[in-house]
């Protein structure tokens, strides 16, 4: 299997392949379109802030390509964020893919989320073998609002989307790579999950 990580300089790219290397894949870094386009399986990371992070996907010109994608493909973090409308995040456009805008969290509440947070309202493949109320590890500032895409729910200040999907493109707010046991088996599922391209 041909396991792409998007490598556009605002991923935490590291602990990300060594999850699928326990799971027995190489993860391949790369921010070439041809070999992009080729993987089997997509992993759209992200760490940091908004805008920067978009305008270093336009430089390459992956803020048209990513959204073309056929096969699955997986933004984690910041990357899901990145495929929502907009973010409020630097008053970001986003690449569309989810019909959602992400927002800030309010002042009432300590930000960022910053640790374990429970995961209910499951729906989808992805979740196979989770139980509703799993813990993942999450941090962020931002959101995604709750929405018709949402495949997964959390509460902190507000209930919000911590997982989307759309098509072949699935999002999750949690880091799965940080997320113990029930997290790498979030990546074993997306591993599993049939490639149409």
């Known amino acids: 299997m041909k396991l792409i990580i998007i490598d556009y300089g605002a991923g935490n790219i590291k602990s990300i392949q060594f999850a699928f290397k326990r799971l027995g894949v190489d993860a391949v870094l790369s921010n070439t379109i041809d070999e992009i386009k080729a993987a089997d399986k997509v992993i759209f990371p992200g760490v940091g802030e908004a805008s920067s992070a978009f305008k270093m996907l336009q430089e390459s010109g992956l803020d048209v390509v990513i959204p073309t994608l056929k096969q699955p493909v997986l933004g984690i973090c910041l990357g899901m964020q990145l495929m929502c409308n907009s973010s409020e995040e630097g008053n970001t ?12 969290f309010s002042n009432t509440v300590k930000v960022p989320q910053m640790g374990w ?24 500032s931002f959101y995604a ?22 098509d ?10 940080k997320s113990s046991i029930a997290g790498e088996q979030i990546l074993k599922n997306f591993l599993e999950l049939k490639t149409n391209h």
């Open 93 to 104: 456009k986003g690449l569309g893919i989810f019909d959602v805008d992400v927002k800030k």
């Open 117 to 140: 947070n429970v995961i209910k309202d499951l729906k989808s493949d992805l979740f196979t073998g989770i139980k509703e109320n799993e813990f993942m590890y999450l941090v962020h």
């Open 145 to 166: 609002e709750s929405c018709d895409e949402a495949i997964a729910t959390s509460d902190y200040d507000i209930e919000y989307a911590s997982a989307l999907q759309k």
């Open 168 to 177: 072949n493109f699935y999002g999750v707010q949690f880091h799965p790579e």
